[in-house]
């Protein structure tokens, strides 16, 4: 039902762009957010998409990672720059219709498989 792409392997100060392509619910009113876990580390939230436009993300990578949708395609986005080591990790599309899950990460309704991103120092 989410299907992420997009990850790799780039240098510190980089960029990559993730996508996640969900299907088998209607995606324009869904909560869409992204996730990571590092290893040795529980997953935390990175970043949330909904409504208009609206969206949230952690302290961590404001103002290097942007989300966006296109809801025409069903894709949610995740652009990341100034990519830093500690960003390593496996990131993971989510889709709720709960604000309060999409942020926390707890009961999530749907779950895609990651995708690694490495970023080398």
């Known amino acids: 039902q989410l299907q992420a792409s997009g990850g790799g392997l780039v240098q510190a100060g980089g960029s990559l762009r993730l996508s996640c392509v969900a299907s088998?619910?209607?995606?324009?009113?869904?909560?869409m957010g992204w996730f990571r876990q590092a290893p040795g580390k529980s997953r935390e939230f990175v970043a949330a998409?909904?409504?208009?436009?609206?969206?949230s993300y952690s302290d961590s990578v404001k103002g290097r990672f942007t989300i966006s949708r296109d809801n025409a395609k069903n894709t949610v986005f995740l652009q990341m720059n100034s990519l830093k080591p500690e960003d390593t990790a496996v990131y993971y599309c989510a889709a709720d219709n709960t604000y309060s899950r999409i942020l926390s990460g707890v009961g999530i309704n749907y779950w895609g498989k990651g995708t690694q991103v490495t970023v080398s120092s």
């Open positions: 088998g619910f209607t995606f324009s009113s869904y909560f």
């Open positions: 998409s909904w409504g208009g436009g609206s969206s």
